[in-house]
């Protein structure tokens, strides 16, 4: 006979947290880690860059966590952090002069497959998102693979709903040529 | 658009869908980065009363109607006033404290019993700055050092009403969820 496991709410570890209890914290970063460890990969396309930005974007959620008005939808509060920190780091890495390259080991995480396992098409699929201006990207991974609404992606990144449709509409146009292109060679 | 064009779509959106690990490092490392963060205060009352903070402070709950009733017309401004003639520190003072300056934050709030200065120099935490009433009135105000940068702010009333600084620039790229404003501390 199994024991059904009653897994803690986001509410009352956030709750804990304010009363005082730092390690409930720890409750929170491993359930949202991979989630929201995979928007980061696919946004920056860089390990260290996108663990940068998801061990920033936990701890500003951590000194903030008074300003969680909703306990309730704290994975959604803190998407709204990530998608922040993502575009600083993105922006720093732009500066840098950092071509955009994927890395087989933040694509997979750790530990991960042999990198010989990967196919083309996934290849292809990664080497076309890193092609993509930020803003498309962003809108394209918020709406396509995280399925969010265009009323929450407008509350997290700050850009009207139109604007957002528009880019989710010429990622997918861009998406398309670019892996046109890549069937043919 | 082709039908094979949506595919291609489909096909790029389930490719990105597939789940990915994060090296769980990221967890050790992100609790180290917070135990080694100033102990965390509360607002003062304990779980319940922080639970009823942040279900009034939520932004609905700023709006400046009537539906707020008491101190919403008081608000009548607020001020940031750079004392720059007030520097800590002497001529023996470490570099970085005298590269500090105080700042007076001031907010008029005729009716309000207790008003807390919060932002990104105390981890926005109600506990930490509370204001002082000046005699007789209705006027606030906070005196904090800080050290040059870009400081997000707002003031919180009676542990419940948020409010930004209506006399200083929006925080617009608040990531939080409410308003707040911003005050830039020069180095010289």
């Not at chain 1, 920056?44 to 000194?63: I, N, T």
């Not at chain 1, 709204?80 to 071509?99: Q, Y």
């Not at chain 1, 994927?102 to 396992?117: F, I, K, Q």
């Not at chain 1, 990664?126 to 803003?135: M, S, V």
Request: glycine residues 8%; aromatic residues 6%; hydrophobic residues 40%.
């Amino acid at each position: 006979m199994g024991t059904d496991k009653v897994e803690t709410s986001d509410a009352d570890l956030v709750r804990r947290v304010l009363a005082g209890d730092t390690r409930a914290y720890a409750g929170l970063v491993a359930r949202y880690r991979d989630r929201l460890g995979r928007y980061a990969m696919h946004m920056l396309g860089d390990r260290e860059d996108a663990e940068e930005a998801l061990q920033d974007a936990f701890v500003r959620g951590y000194r903030s966590l008074a300003r969680c008005y909703d306990p309730e939808r704290f994975g959604a509060w803190l998407y709204g952090i990530l998608v922040n920190r993502c575009r600083t780091t993105g922006a720093r890495a732009a500066r840098r002069g950092r071509v955009f390259v994927r890395d087989e080991g933040a694509l997979n995480g750790v530990p991960h497959p042999s990198a010989a396992e990967r196919t083309e098409w996934e290849d292809a699929v990664h080497r076309a998102l890193a092609r993509l201006a930020p803003e498309y990207r962003e809108a394209f991974l918020l709406k396509h693979v995280e399925d969010l609404e265009y009323e929450t992606m407008a509350r997290l990144t700050g850009a009207g709903v139109s604007a957002l449709k528009m880019r989710v509409k010429r990622a997918r146009e861009q998406l398309q040529v670019i892996l046109r292109e890549a069937e043919r060679v | 658009m082709s039908e094979h064009d949506e595919d291609v779509i489909e096909r790029v959106v389930d490719e990105l869908r597939r789940p990915v690990q994060v090296d769980p490092a990221v967890d050790t490392r992100v609790m180290e980065e917070i135990a080694r963060l100033p102990v965390r205060r509360g607002h003062g009352g304990g779980p319940a009363a922080g639970a009823a903070w942040r279900w009034l402070t939520r932004p609905r709950s700023i709006s400046l109607s009537p539906l707020g009733g008491l101190g919403i017309a008081a608000v009548l401004a607020a001020l940031v006033l750079a004392l720059s003639g007030r520097r800590p520190g002497s001529p023996s003072t470490p570099p970085a404290e005298r590269a500090m300056r105080e700042f007076e934050f001031v907010v008029v709030e005729p009716h309000a019993a207790r008003v807390s200065l919060v932002g990104d120099f105390n981890d926005w935490d109600a506990a930490r700055t509370p204001m002082r009433r000046m005699q007789g009135g209705s006027v606030w105000t906070a005196v904090l050092p800080l050290r040059p940068g870009r400081y997000r702010y707002a003031f919180l009333v009676d542990g419940t009403r948020w409010l930004a600084d209506p006399t200083a620039p929006a925080a617009r790229d608040d990531e939080f969820g409410a308003p707040s404003s911003v005050v830039t501390v020069g180095s010289s």
